[in-house]
């Protein structure tokens, strides 16, 4: 089913898929600036594993492909090591604009759900934004058994030196998996974060 938010984008912005990402997408007023020398994608570590590189993904918001940028798993990939950054002729921010467009997908509902990246980041916000404070205990083994039991014991020990050794350094606190961590005012952490949202969400045109 399309999400509220993908079916007041397509209304807001038809055909015009440029005008929609230079609109919502960190850095997006940049992509009509790309020459499509390639500089990027032949600099980028993971370029050949990717579906589309950035100099694709650029390519192809021009050329209005919305839903093939926007359930693409390429954004996904990238690492932040920032090498199309500093090659780039035309000093696109490269970078950041492939983690907007992936956090774009992801409100819309677009980002492929099982997409490991994507996966872990909503795992590690769902765990920071429930108590103000990272829980790593219990990141890690979300991490671990996100994929059943039996995955998640094989993991656990294949992992156990680390664990003991952060045990042994006061880096792991296992009763942090009953009390928790948080910071002090978690309801205000939350009101904090519904009203930027509300403010990003009035800034671009959406309803709140
Ligand atoms: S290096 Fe810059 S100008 Fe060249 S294709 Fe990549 S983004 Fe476009
Ligand atoms: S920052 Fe991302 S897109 Fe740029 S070269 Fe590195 S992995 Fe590739």
């Known amino acids: 089913m399309m999400s509220d938010l993908n079916a007041q984008a397509i209304k807001k912005y038809g055909?015009?898929?440029?005008?929609?990402?230079?609109?919502?997408?960190?850095?997006?007023?940049?992509?009509?600036?790309?020459?499509?020398?390639?500089?990027?994608?032949?600099?980028?570590?993971?370029?050949?594993?990717?579906?589309?590189?950035?100099?694709?993904?650029?390519?192809?918001?021009?050329?209005?492909?919305?839903?093939?940028?926007?359930?693409?798993?390429?954004?996904?990939?990238?690492?932040?090591?920032?090498?199309?950054?500093?090659?780039?002729?035309?000093?696109?921010?490269?970078?950041?604009?492939?983690?907007?467009?992936?956090?774009?997908?992801?409100?819309?509902g677009l980002a492929p759900k099982n997409q490991p990246t994507r996966v872990f980041a909503k795992m590690f916000w769902d765990n920071i934004v429930k108590t103000g404070r990272v829980n790593e205990l219990k990141l890690s083994l979300g991490l671990y058994f996100k994929d059943g039991l039996g995955p998640g014991i094989k993991t656990a020990l294949a992992m156990k030196d680390i664990g003991l050794g952060m045990l042994k350094a006061k880096r792991l606190n296992p009763l942090e998996l009953v009390k928790g961590h948080g910071c002090k005012d978690t309801k205000g952490?939350?009101?904090?974060?519904k009203k930027a949202r509300e403010i990003e969400d009035r800034r671009k045109g959406f309803a709140a």
């Open 189 to 193: 952490i939350h009101a904090m974060l």
């Open 15 to 108: 055909n015009s898929f440029l005008k929609e990402v230079e609109a919502n997408v960190e850095e997006g007023e940049w992509v009509k600036m790309c020459m499509q020398c390639g500089v990027c994608s032949g600099s980028c570590p993971f370029g050949p594993h990717w579906a589309h590189p950035p100099q694709e993904i650029f390519m192809m918001i021009r050329a209005g492909k919305r839903e093939e940028v926007l359930t693409s798993d390429s954004m996904w990939m990238c690492t932040s090591c920032y090498n199309c950054i500093v090659r780039c002729p035309r000093k696109l921010p490269i970078t950041h604009i492939m983690h907007g467009l992936a956090n774009y997908a992801h409100r819309l």
